[in-house]
C-alpha cells in the first residue's frame, strides 16, 4: 500500500497501520483539515487492481482547552481509528489489536486509568470501544494489568541493564545486534570488557551523587552466557550492587556449563533465560540453532539444582512449524515446568536473514499458536505478566510473559511499563530516564558496534554523566 498525508508527523502512523493489513494494491492519499474546535480527516483509496476510487470522510471535535501533548494524542487516536475502519471495511479483514501500533498496548491501559478516561475494572472495554482491539487481547491487557503487582514508582529507584551484544552463532531469524565470536578480532573480548568496567564505575558514581537504590540488575544480550568462566567470572565482579533480582540471559543452551551456574550463584544471580525457542529439531536445524533437546533439558536441570529461577523462550511462526509442532512444543515445557514462560510471535526484521526466504514462513497457524499457548498454560496455572509488540510481528501479533507461583521478572515490567529509571550500559544498551512527577521518559543510546563503543567509550560517559545530572 502506497500512503500520502498532508500530516507528515502522522505519516509512519498511517504506514504501520497499513502494513498490518498486509500487501495490498492500494493507493490512499489523507488530507487533514483543522478549523476552530473541529478537526476533519478526508481518504481517497484507489485500487490499482480494478481502479476503483472511493473517498471517506470522518470529522470530529477538538476540545481547544486541552495541552497541544493531549491534542496531539487525541489527533493521532483518531486518524488512525479512521484509517482503521476504511481498511477493515474494504478488505472485509479485523485485526487482533485494532488500530493499535504501538510497543505497549499495556501501559496505554495503565494510562487510561490514571488519566481518567477508563475504570480499572472496565479498561478491556475501553480497548475495545476505542482502538477496536479484539475480545481476547483487549482481555489479555486487563489480566496482565492485576498480575503487575510489583510496580513501585520511585524516581530513585533504577534498574541497571548491562548489554553483551556477544553470540555463538546467528540465529537465521535475529535482528539484533550481535556479533559471533568466532568472526572477532584477537582480545577483542576483552577490550570491550575493559570498556564496560570503565562505564560501569562511572555509573556507580551516579548512582552513589543521585542516592540511587538499583532494584534489579540484567544482563542481556546477544548471549552473555557465552563468554568463558574467566571473562564471566570478570563481568560478574563488577557489579557490586545487592539487589532484589539479578538475571542473566544464558539463551543457548549449549553455552551453560556447571562452572558458569556456580559463578553466577557466588555472584548473587538469582534468575536466568534458556531459552529453546521449538523443541522440534528439525526447526532448530532450518533457523541455524545448533541445540539439542538434550542439552536443555541438562543446563536446565543444573540450574534447578543450582536454585535458579528459570524462564524459557518459545516463537510462534518459526518457518515450516505448523499448530500441531508448536502444541507439542507447548506440552513439553510445560512438563519441564519453568518459572517463567515468554512466549513470542516470529519478527522477520530487515536484519533478519529469514527477510530472504519469506518462501518457507506461513502465518496460517500463527494466531491459533498464540491463542493455544495462552490456554494451555492457563490450564496449567501460569498467568500473564508482561507483553510488548514488535514491528513486523506475523498478524501484528505480540510477546508474552508468563509466570508461576510469584515469579514475576520485576526488571521485565519495569522496562515495559516505563515505571522506573533504567541506567544502560554497553554497546547498544540504552538509557531511559522516567520522571514520574513531571510524566516525562528521557533517552540516551550508546553506540550499537563493539568497535565504535570501544572508540568512543570516553565520550560514551561523558554523556551519560550529563543526562544523569
Known amino acids: 500500500m502506497v500512503i500520502k498525508t498532508n500530516e507528515p508527523s502522522l505519516e509512519l502512523d498511517l504506514i504501520d497501520l497499513a502494513n498490518l ?15 476552530s ?4 480527516n478526508s481518504f481517497t483509496v484507489k485500487n490499482n487492481d480494478n481502479g476503483e476510487i472511493q473517498s471517506f470522510s470522518f470529522s470530529y471535535d477538538l476540545d481547544e482547552n486541552l495541552s497541544e501533548l493531549e ?14 475502519q476504511i481498511l477493515s471495511k474494504l478488505l472485509k479483514m479485523s485485526l487482533p489489536w485494532g488500530s493499535l501500533t504501538g510497543v505497549r498496548p499495556t501501559k496505554l491501559a495503565r494510562d487510561m486509568i490514571e488519566k481518567g478516561q477508563a475504570k480499572e475494572y472496565l479498561v478491556a472495554e475501553a480497548l475495545e470501544k476505542g482502538f477496536y482491539v479484539s475480545e481476547d487481547k483487549a482481555k489479555l491487557v486487563a489480566n496482565i494489568l492485576k498480575n503487575q503487582k510489583c510496580i513501585i514508582r520511585n524516581d530513585n529507584l533504577v534498574d541497571l541493564y548491562i548489554n553483551i551484544p556477544l553470540c555463538p552463532t546467528r540465529c537465521l531469524y535475529c535482528s539484533f545486534i550481535s556479533h559471533q565470536i568466532s568472526a572477532l578480532k584477537e582480545n577483542a573480548i576483552d577490550e570491550y570488557l575493559d ?7 562511572e555509573v556507580k558514581k551516579i548512582v552513589a551523587d543521585k542516592a540511587y537504590i538499583i532494584r534489579t540488575v540484567y544482563i542481556g544480550g546477544g548471549t552473555p552466557s557465552v563468554l568463558d568462566e574467566k571473562r564471566l567470572a570478570r563481568l560478574l565482579n563488577m557489579v557490586s550492587f545487592a539487589v532484589d533480582e539479578f538475571t542473566v540471559e544464558c539463551g543457548r543452551a549449549d553455552t551453560i556449563t556447571e562452572e558458569k551456574l556456580e559463578i553466577m550463584k557466588s555472584h548473587g544471580v538469582s534468575r536466568i533465560s534458556i531459552n529453546p525457542q521449538t523443541f522440534c529439531q528439525a526447526t532448530l536445524k532450518r533457523i541455524g540453532r545448533p541445540v539439542t533437546n538434550n542439552q536443555v533439558i541438562e543446563a536446565y536441570s543444573k540450574a534447578l539444582e543450582k536454585g535458579f529461577v528459570v524462564n524459557m523462550d518459545f516463537i510462534a511462526g518459526l518457518p515450516g512449524e505448523r499448530k500441531a509442532i508448536f502444541k507439542k512444543t507447548m506440552q513439553m515445557a510445560l512438563e519441564l515446568y519453568p518459572h517463567n514462560i515468554t512466549v513470542h510471535t516470529l519478527s522477520v526484521k530487515k536484519g533478519a536473514e529469514l527477510k530472504w526466504q519469506q518462501e518457507i514462513l506461513s502465518e496460517k497457524d ?6 493455544l499457548a495462552e490456554t494451555m498454560l492457563a ?3 501460569y498467568k500473564p505478566y508482561y507483553l510488548y509488540r514488535q514491528k513486523n510481528q506475523l498478524k501484528g501479533l505480540e510477546n508474552v510473559g508468563y509466570f ?3 515469579h514475576v521478572c520485576i526488571f521485565n515490567i519495569d522496562s515495559m511499563e516505563e515505571t522506573n529509571t533504567i541506567i544502560g550500559v554497553g554497546a547498544g544498551a540504552m538509557s531511559k530516564r522516567v520522571f514520574n ?12 558496534f563493539l568497535n565504535d563503543y570501544c572508540q568512543k567509550i570516553d565520550k560514551i560517559i561523558e554523556d551519560k554523566r550529563a543526562f544523569f545530572k
Open 21 to 35: 493489513f498486509g500487501q495490498h494494491n492500494l493507493e490512499i492519499e489523507h488530507e487533514m483539515q483543522k478549523t
Open 37 to 40: 474546535g473541529k478537526v476533519q
Open 71 to 84: 491534542k496531539k494524542s487525541i489527533v493521532k487516536k483518531m486518524v488512525k481509528n479512521h484509517l482503521y
Open 195 to 201: 570498556c564496560l568496567e570503565k562505564e560501569l564505575n
Open 366 to 371: 500463527v494466531e491459533a499458536m498464540v491463542s
Open 379 to 381: 490450564e496449567n496455572g
Open 404 to 406: 508461576r507461583d510469584e
Open 437 to 448: 512527577i513531571e510524566k516525562k521518559i528521557e533517552r540516551q543510546h550508546n553506540d550499537k
